[in-house]
């Protein structure tokens, strides 16, 4: 399935325009620029770490339909690779390109756990849930060496304010400490995603994330230790993935899982044109059904921004797949819940320690 023109290792197989500089555009800022040269590291297929400074890491999330508030992000860029992340859009922001340079032009914050500190302490902020990893993985590759997330969620609990993580990687179990000791007041959910029981599908669809048996195991350790797992079947591709949704979801189950949730693949901005490049390389043989069955999926194009539409997608195939994650909960996960996370510690610990009255 792999020809040998194919880069080992990565979801994307080049890179592509950005929307966002023309030839004329100057780039001032210094580490973009050093980026830039020709030859800088892109030839040797090497991931290049990059420190940059924000001056907020909380997000407000105005989409709809997101089912999130507030999210934050360690690092923009990923070096899992996935094919279909929706994140890679906006590495053009930064001047970068969705493809290859998403995977190995990896923005790093480590200003990031005093940034949270600093908002979450403040007496005009009330709690909610923060996802890490709203956009890009905070369990990424770069995390083994910076250990961002673990600092912040250590400032969740110093704080006692409730966390929720996105990952697919298990990585997450080297702060298994940390994630215990927030689970004991009811502070913090994971939400694992796990696309295919096929290493074959993981190895081209997800090259560098951790391999589904370790997923699985990933998810029984942290619910045998009390912190409550969903499992995400994120992205469903018609005809890549669609077809193992009931033993994914009877997987989950049996692994420890409360909940799965799902959505349907939609292709936007750039992606569009890093999978189909990506998919006419990897899966010729069906290349053009799985793109026409996406693009029936969502009006009969392969990019959506419809809110209440473009997550569960609509007509026939949408249907057959949304009927089947349905059939899936009532058969696998009928007495199962994920609880609420507590909102009322946070007040008490703005200070760091229980306030006395």
């Known amino acids: 399935m792999n020809p040998k023109s194919a880069i080992k290792g990565r979801g994307a197989q080049r890179n592509v325009h950005n929307r966002f500089f023309e030839l004329s555009h100057e780039m001032r800022d210094d580490f973009l620029e050093y980026c830039r040269k020709e030859g800088e590291i892109s030839d040797k297929n090497k991931t290049l770490y990059l420190e940059v400074f924000p001056k907020t890491i909380i997000n407000k999330v105005e989409s709809p339909d997101i089912g999130m508030s507030y999210s934050m992000n ?87 304010h409730p966390a929720a993580i996105i990952t697919k990687n298990a990585l997450i179990l080297r702060d298994l400490d940390v994630l215990k000791a927030l689970a004991n007041d009811n502070l913090i959910s994971v939400n694992l995603s796990i696309t295919s029981l096929s290493e074959d599908t993981r190895r081209i669809l997800e090259p560098r994330t951790a391999t589904i048996k370790k997923r699985l195991e990933t998810v029984k350790v942290l619910s045998e230790n009390g912190i409550p797992v969903n499992v995400m079947l994120a992205p469903i591709i018609p005809s890549i993935n669609s077809h193992e949704i009931l033993p994914l979801a009877k997987a989950a189950s049996e692994y420890g899982a409360l909940s799965i949730a799902h959505t349907i693949v939609r292709l936007n901005g750039a992606i569009g044109e890093i999978f189909k490049d990506w998919i006419h390389k990897t899966m010729p043989d069906r290349a053009q059904k799985v793109l026409h069955q996406i693009e029936s999926c969502h009006g009969g194009s392969l990019n959506d921004s419809r809110y209440g539409t473009r997550m569960r997608g609509e007509g026939k195939i949408a249907e057959q797949i949304n009927n089947l994650v349905r059939l899936a909960r009532l058969k696998y996960f009928k007495n199962k819940r994920m609880p609420r996370l507590n909102l009322n510690l946070h007040e008490q610990y703005k200070d760091g320690q229980l306030k006395l009255f």
């Open 74 to 160: 360690s690092y923009q860029g990923c070096e899992h690779g996935c094919i279909y992340c929706y994140a890679r859009n906006s590495h053009e922001y930064w001047g970068y390109s969705a493809g290859l340079d998403f995977e190995r032009r990896i923005m790093v914050k480590k200003a990031a756990p005093k940034l949270l500190e600093a908002k979450i302490k403040k007496k005009s902020w009330k709690a909610h849930p923060i996802v890490m990893s709203g956009n890009t993985d905070c369990y990424q590759p770069a995390e083994k060496q910076f250990k961002i997330t673990r600092q912040c969620l250590e400032v969740f609990l110093k704080y006692k």
